[in-house]
């Protein structure tokens, strides 16, 4: 074993995440690191839950990075929010709806699953059915974004159903939030998780999460301890509160958090509704792309993520020697599927940074390129000038 | 609110951490960033064990850093270990004892608490009394660099009663791994975990963690699922395991483990002896300092960690206010008392990088300056000279 100085590869990062991180983050990520209850960082606290606010859309207190990845935000959720013996539905159509049932049940919860096919929207009259099947549920939990699938489900109606029956909502924004329309307050959620290294194109490390007033009160109202000491949001809001005084709880990610800062200030310079239409936007040119190659979409049209599009693999093409030529000739990553559909599908993700035509044109030209060559079922040649024409049109 | 980019104010790092970040460490964290599953990290990752191996003195296959600060890492420890109704003796003299407590209570264990004054080691004639009366416990934890209070441990007898008494041994050194002797596979310990932001100078948010194959065979055959998805021992290891194939589980956080990985690296030249003689030496020369202006530790001289020196505040100085002064002037960050000795000390780190002859200089000479102008009852003018001598002495 070598152990010298570690020099990354240079890569375009087209998978599921992490995105492309831009040189102006990771330079942020580079300054000299202070303390964590250094009078500068308390300012810098209290900016990042003001842009944090602002890329979920919503005026709750109680949105904060949580000093771990978004499968600690997940878990944030579940263990404030769940104590033993509550009922939870669990709507699943990914591996993360999987995840929030196991979740579920290492807090000594419920879980009542709501299934749904991979690579379709989470069904809102399976859920109201669920809903009204099990009166006593405390909780719907989904994910809004799959990013095992590329599926977009529509969480405004699964929220406006779990208000109905009185149960609280706990969403999986990992990969919509700051890629898509998601807006926390006006769709009345309760609990959200994300991650930065998706459409936030910041590294990653670190789960934004926001509870509703509703949350609250439930976490303040509970009869157990949160059984995560470190999870504890009664304790982490005694360091990230709104008081000057800030009790120690633990030593946060002083640099991480410069980062995320620098993503979040760069999505408000761009404004969340131009990324959600640059999103989009690119998407549609890919997909154009892609289609006119001849790869299908898993998803259904009016579900497909923009960040996120998985397709199937064409016949004649090797999953595992495709993303290994992809990363070695043209130092692009692609997703590789994830589960059930592991073998089966590429991720290919246009997220955050990473949503940019040069990165479509890349992507478009080095599949073409090693799809040909190794003798795969698709229309070379036809990708690039259709995407082209698109972008054109868009410009025109 | 400005929400402009943040540019933090430059400091000289001397509290309990995150110590003084070297300009190689924090270069090394701003590298592009690569996917979490490049074949790339993995190699890096690879490395990454092999380094901990070396900076824990362990041969154990399951030593990795967690991807969340120490007292998640502590918080892993316990999930993996402790099962509903097990019996652990916690030793608790300063903060992070009581830390424990509280996370054997929410993994539904009982705590048997062995007391000992915050400054004061732990007892082993105390541990040894508890091992005897409870025959039935299953683990010894303890705490063996106290950053609340500065005091040192003797973890390896500890651990040997421990064996002795067929417990296993959870040992917390946050604030000892690369600052102070330890050696975990000739002491026997069981589970240990530390932070990145101490003694290896490294940014914070990162824990490193070591189990040995008798806490690995405990958590193979547990009764219980582990409370905890994110903290899964089992589940972790499918991705940082030693197969060529790695499963995911979440997202590392690339760039933390490129800072890691460096900061290992810089460890590994220096030598561990080396490191432990170093903040050895720069001790002996603060002390010589401290106590020739006339400040007293709070921790008895054979117990003292050489990487963080509490000393009590003198008459006649208001705590925030001279820290402030500090701060402000001289960019100068030294600890405050913690717990039950908030507002009675000061901890003053020489931890890592920040073990250094300009930092002590630094930290004498303001600490001087700010006490003098301010009218504490010091012997000003004495410390510098007296450091000076001492430090003249060790290099003839």
């Not at 997703?335 to 089966?344: H, I, V």
Request: hydrophobic fraction near 45%; proline fraction near 5%; charged fraction near 20%.
């Amino acid at each position: 074993m070598s152990q010298t100085a570690f020099h990354p590869p240079l890569r375009t990062l087209m998978g599921p995440g992490p995105s492309d991180v831009p040189s102006r983050i990771l330079e942020a990520l580079s300054r000299p690191t202070i303390g964590h209850l250094d009078p500068a960082f308390v300012e810098l606290m209290d900016e990042i839950k003001a842009l944090l606010q602002y890329a979920f859309q919503t005026e709750s207190q109680l949105t904060m990075p949580i000093s771990a990845p978004g499968s600690a935000g997940m878990e944030a959720c579940f263990v404030n929010l769940v104590e033993p013996g509550d009922k939870v539905i669990v709507c699943q159509n990914g591996v993360f709806g999987g995840r929030m049932k196991e979740n579920v049940e290492r807090c000594g919860g419920e879980a009542v699953m709501v299934m749904d096919d991979w690579g379709k929207p989470v069904d809102p009259q399976k859920v109201e059915d669920a809903l009204k099947a099990h009166p006593d549920a405390k909780i719907l939990a989904f994910v809004h974004a799959e990013t095992s699938t590329g599926a977009l489900s529509d969480a405004k109606t699964l929220a406006e159903l779990a208000r109905r029956h009185d149960c609280l909502t706990i969403v999986d924004a990992v990969t919509s939030l700051g890629g898509c329309e998601l807006r926390v307050d006006d769709w009345g959620i309760d609990a959200v998780y994300s991650g930065t290294q998706k459409c936030l194109s910041c590294v990653p490390g670190i789960s934004p999460v926001s509870f509703s007033e509703r949350a609250q009160h439930v976490i303040a109202n509970r009869t157990h301890k949160v059984q995560s000491w470190f999870l504890d949001m009664n304790l982490i809001m005694a360091y990230w509160g709104g008081s000057a005084k800030r009790a120690y709880h633990h030593t946060a990610p002083v640099n991480a958090m410069y980062a995320l800062h620098e993503a979040l200030l760069m999505l408000k310079e761009e404004g969340l509704e131009n990324a959600w239409a640059r999103h989009r936007e690119n998407h549609h040119i890919l997909r154009t792309g892609l289609e006119a190659m001849g790869l299908e979409f898993i998803v259904p049209e009016d579900a497909r993520l923009p960040q996120l599009n998985a397709v199937s693999i064409p016949a004649g093409a090797d999953d595992a020697a495709v993303r290994s030529r992809l990363l070695a000739d043209h130092h692009l990553e692609i997703g590789a599927g994830l589960g059930d559909l592991a073998g089966k599908v590429w991720r290919i993700g246009l997220m955050g940074y990473a949503s940019r035509i040069e990165n479509i044109t890349l992507c478009l030209g080095a599949l073409d390129a090693v799809l040909s060559d190794m003798g795969a079922a698709i229309n070379s040649g036809a990708a690039l000038p259709a995407a082209e024409k698109l972008l054109a049109h868009h410009e025109a």
